[in-house]
């Protein structure tokens, strides 16, 4: 079935250093993974997307790295600023089905 | 640009109350979502429209209707409130080319008391 889990719930790392934030998943027939922030009180927010076909992709301070044989993802936040304090969410997402399921989430805290 | 509006942003039911969450995009967005999401969890698809004239059941589909009055506006109806179904509710909107970025709402607090 469906299935994406995050390995941890909470991660604290020193303002300026870097993060990795780790889910795995489980449906190998997803075409999209994705990486969603939410700020406390808010919604999420979209943050960078990889297609099942790629291994790394990259975009301002994130790169997202997608295994496929482990069936694992990773977020990694370069230079973290107190505004990364955050939960931060994978999601995958079958084209086909046009719909998104999300994994339990990673409170990242950024410590000054 | 409003996005993707949610009202109300809190309401209180007694349980076997009804209501309905109205959630409307001004994106031109093909799919519509909604979401519920529990405390320490993640979020958790009740019903989604992948077009105009569409919905379908997501993961969590039980006690919950859906109507796409039009486009624009998705609507999430609790037909008779449980205390189960106290949780933070999301609309959410993507476009047909990439359903992957999805643009949400504020949210929906419900409590059923």
């Known amino acids: 079935g469906e299935s994406v889990g995050l390995h941890l719930p909470t991660l604290s790392v020193q303002e300026g250093d870097n993060s990795i934030i780790n889910c795995a998943y489980s449906n190998s027939a997803s075409d999209y993974f994705i990486w969603y922030k939410q700020e406390s009180g808010k919604g999420p927010q979209f943050i960078i997307d990889i297609r099942s076909n790629m291994d790394k992709r990259q975009g301002q301070r994130v790169t997202v790295l997608l295994n496929k044989t482990v069936k694992h993802l990773s977020l990694q936040i370069a230079a973290t600023q107190p505004g990364d304090s955050a939960v931060y969410f994978c999601?995958?997402?079958?084209?086909?089905?046009?719909?998104?399921?999300f994994g339990q989430g990673t409170r990242l805290t950024i410590n000054p | 640009n409003a996005g993707v509006t949610q009202t109300p942003k809190f309401q209180v039911l007694k349980t076997g109350q009804s209501m309905t969450l109205q959630c409307a995009q001004d994106?031109?967005?093909?799919?519509m979502y909604w979401y519920r999401q529990d405390p320490g969890m993640g979020l958790r698809l009740i019903y989604y429209?992948?077009?105009?004239?569409?919905?379908d059941k997501g993961e969590v589909p039980n006690g919950y209707n859906v109507s796409r009055l039009n486009k624009r506006e998705f609507s999430l109806r609790l037909e008779s409130a449980a205390p189960s179904q106290t949780s933070v509710y999301f609309c959410a909107s993507s476009s047909r080319v990439s359903n992957t970025e999805a643009f949400f709402g504020q949210g929906t607090r419900l409590t059923v008391v």
């Open positions: 999601a995958e997402s079958l084209q086909g089905a046009q719909k998104l399921v």
């Open positions: 429209s992948a077009s105009e004239g569409t919905t």
């Open positions: 994106m031109n967005h093909n799919s």
